[in-house]
């Protein structure tokens, strides 16, 4: 089974077989389309017209996107496919299914849990999803603000000149940041930057910030059990502060940023 996740970011591909994962490939989403992309216009909702004798398409259909895979280095098999950019993308030959389903899908298998809360912290948008006895019975998304985004992370550490692994290792002494836009936030971490604040204090008031932008749907879909997933889960110091708010027991999936995509192929074998 073959499992992609189109991401805002970075497009993720896997392969598993038996609950295995058996070949990965993860493309920066651009440099994916433009290398990889054969894009072929669906005209299913396309209508002729009479006046130019020729038809017209609904430019708000989706696209085909006709992959090789063994170019890709996986072998046939079948696909399933979700992610950020399948609402303008589909892949050809491939079962469609919406984000929300694969990453709880991705996260019951992986962490072999059926009660938690899932914060999937992708490159442009946050989900946090309530799942009960293994499926989703609440969800809520921030798709419309970078601020709550990997990109956000991303845009800060290059102000500080900072690695996101450094950025992602400080959380004592945080600056306070009251900006709440990505755009805006930058120029005030350029004004706490010339009040003279380390920039280490600088980072883990910028982790604070981002947790403070998920915190009200955290509380509002609590479970004792909080997993994270997407790119933002490796920053261990957002773990931890979102374990000391919330006095909640806090893990990172074994894969979380492929959890989308292993969710794609844990539906597909349920559906042989």
Do not use: W
Request: charged share 20%; with cysteine.
């Amino acid at each position: 089974m073959i499992g992609i996740d189109l991401g805002s970011r970075n497009v993720k591909i896997i392969q598993m077989r038996e609950g295995r994962i058996m070949q990965r490939a993860v493309f920066d989403t651009i440099q994916f389309y433009r290398k990889f992309a054969r894009m072929q216009q669906s005209f299913a909702s396309g209508t002729n017209n009479a006046a130019t004798g020729g038809t017209e398409t609904d430019l708000g259909s989706p696209s085909m996107l006709n992959l090789d895979f063994k170019q890709l280095g996986f072998s046939d098999d079948r696909i399933v496919a979700t992610g950020y950019g399948k609402i303008a993308v589909q892949v050809q030959g491939a079962i469609q299914i919406p984000e929300i389903q694969a990453h709880v899908a991705g996260a019951v298998f992986q962490s072999m849990l059926g009660d938690f809360t899932l914060l999937d912290i992708g490159g442009q948008d946050t989900k946090v999803v309530q799942v009960r006895g293994g499926r989703a019975v609440d969800f809520l998304t921030n798709d419309r603000c970078a601020a709550s985004s990997g990109r956000y992370v991303e845009n800060m550490a290059a102000v500080l000149g900072m690695s996101l692994e450094e950025l992602s290792s400080c959380q004592h002494e945080p600056v306070e940041l009251n900006s709440t836009c990505a755009i805006f936030g930058e120029t005030e971490i350029i004004a706490k930057i010339v009040e003279g604040h380390p920039l280490g204090h600088l980072a883990a008031g910028i982790n604070y910030a981002l947790y403070r932008r998920v915190a009200s749907m955290l509380k509002k879909l609590k479970s004792e059990m909080i997993l994270l997933s997407g790119g933002v889960a490796f920053n261990s110091a957002l773990m931890a502060i979102i374990a000391h708010e919330s006095r909640c027991e806090v893990r990172r999936l074994p894969e979380p940023q492929l959890n989308g995509a292993i969710g794609c192929c844990i539906y597909g074998d349920k559906e042989d």
